[in-house]
C-alpha cells in the first residue's frame, strides 16, 4: 500500500456507510494513538495492527470474500478510496463514474488490489458479479499510458463474443487516455498487421487462445508477445472444461510467448474448477487465491424455480404457458444442442413469439446481428445453446428458462447467471421431466 501524504489527515466516507466495512485510520489519528514511550511504542503498534486486521476480516466475511495467500493486500471499500490510495488516471475515475459504477462489487474489492500490487491471482466470482472492470483497472494502470513497444497486456477468452464484450468494456474504461487495444478478427489477416515489421503502435491484446495460437506457429511468428507485462485468461474454467484438453498446451504455448521477466498472470472463472486451482499452483509464483461467496454457488439474485413438466411435450406447453400468463422481457431460453435450438425456433416463431435463435451453425455476422437485435429489445426470447451464450454479456436479461435441463450444476451456475447481474433481479425456471428426475440432486 503506498504512503498517504504528509499532512493528509481526513479520510473522505460515503454518506450513510459510516459503519459500514473498515474504519480506515487518518495520519493524525494514527500519531495519536502511539504514544512516544519507546518501551511501549512496539505493543502499542502490534495491537493497532491486529485491531485493524480484524477490521479487515470483519470487512471480507461481510461481502464474503475468501482469500488464500501470503502478504495479502487489504481491500477497498470504494471506488474514492482506491482512486486516493492507488493514484488511478482520473481519465479513468471519471469513465468508471460515467459508466454508473457507484460502489465495487466484491471481486473488484479485493481483485484490484492484488493486481495492482503487481500478484498472480486466481479469482472465482458468480457470473455477472464485475470480473471485466477487476481486471481491466488493474492492467491500464499498470500500463500508464500509450507507448510504441507492441502488446503489454494480453487477454484470453474462450468465446469471440466474450472478447468482443471485453474489447469494448476496455475502450469505454480507457476513453481519453489513448491506448491501441485490437480485438484479433480474422487471423490471416492480422498476421500482417502485428508481425515483426509492423510499427508496434499498440498496447492490449484481446482474443480467444486459437486465434492466437495460429498466429505463434507461423514461421517467423506472426505476432511478438515478449514486452506482454500482464496476461488475464477470462472464463478459466470454460477453457480447462474436460473434451478440451488441448488447450493446456495452447496457454504453455502462450506463456511461453509471453517471455518477458516481468509478466505478471491473473486467471479468472465463475465456477471453482479444481483442474484450474491444481494448474495455478503448478505454474504460478506466490498466487492469491480469491473466491466470491460459496464455491459454485449461483448468485443470489437470482429466484430460481424447478418446475415438473413430465415429458418432452409438457416442456412446449408449459413454455406457451408462460408466455400466456405474460413476462417481462427479454428471456433466454437454453436448450442442450443446435437441432433443440432450431426445432424450438420454428415451435415458437408458429406461436407467433417475438423469437430468435443463435448457435453455431449461424455465421458470426448473423451472431452479432441477433445479440445486437436483442440488446436493443427488438426480440423478446432467444433460444441458444449453453456454449454459444457462455460469457455473452445479454444486458437486462429478465428471465433464464432452461428449457432442457443442464448437464452439470456448473453448467447450471453458468446458465442462470445470464440474468440478475451487476446487482439487478431475474428469474430463472428450469424445466424437468421424469428423465431428469436423477440429475435433479446436482443442482
Known sequence: RKKKKKGQETVAVIPGT??????????????????????????????????????????????????????????????????????IHSKIMQNIEAAGFQIPTPIQMQAIPIMLHGRELLACAPTGSGKTLAFSIPILTHLKQPMNKGFRALVLSPTRELASQTHRELLKL???????IHLIHKAAETAKKFGPKSSQKFD????????????????????????????????????????????????????????????????????????????????????ISVSIGARNAAVETVDQELLFVGSETGKLLAMRDLVKKGFTPPALVFVQSIERAKELF??????????????????????????????????????????????????????????????SAVEYIHRIGRTGRAGHTGKAITFFTEDDKPLLRSI
Open 204 to 287: 492490449i491484446l484481446v482474443t480467444t487462445p486459437n486465434r492466437l495460437i495460429y498466429l505463434l506457429k507461423q514461421d517467423p511468428p506472426a505476432i511478438d508477445l515478449t514486452r506482454v507485462e500482464w496476461l488475464v485468461v477470462d472464463e478459466s474454467d470454460k477453457l480447462f472444461e474436460e473434451g478440451k484438453t488441448g488447450f493446456r498446451d495452447q496457454l504453455a504455448t502462450i506463456f511461453l510467448a509471453c517471455s518477458s521477466h516481468v509478466v505478471k498472470r491473473a486467471m479468472f472463472s465463475a465456477t471453482f474448477a479444481h483442474d484450474v486451482e491444481q494448474w495455478c499452483k503448478l505454474n504460478l509464483d506466490n498466487i
Open 174 to 180: 480507457s476513453e481519453g487516455i489513448g491506448f491501441r
Open 346 to 407: 420454428h415451435e415458437l416463431v408458429y406461436e407467433g413469439i417475438n423469437v430468435d435463435v443463435i448457435h453455431a451453425d449461424r455465421t458470426q455476422q448473423q451472431r452479432d446481428n441477433v445479440v445486437h437485435s436483442f440488446r436493443a429489445g427488438k426480440i423478446w426470447v432467444l433460444i441458444c445453446t449453453a456454449l454459444l451464450a457462455r460469457g455473452i454479456d445479454f444486458k437486462g436479461v429478465n428471465m433464464v428458462i432452461n428449457f432442457d435441463f443442464p448437464s
Open 18 to 87: 459510516e459503519n459500514d466495512g473498515i474504519l480506515w485510520m487518518s495520519t493524525l489519528e494514527a500519531k495519536l494513538d502511539i504514544p512516544k514511550s519507546k518501551g511501549k511504542k512496539e505493543p502499542k503498534t502490534k495491537k493497532l495492527k491486529q485491531v485493524r486486521q480484524e477490521q479487515i476480516n470483519h470487512f471480507r466475511n461481510k461481502h464474503k470474500i475468501y482469500i488464500q495467500g501470503t502478504d495479502l493486500p487489504d481491500p477497498i471499500a470504494s471506488f474514492e478510496e482506491l482512486g486516493r490510495e492507488y493514484k
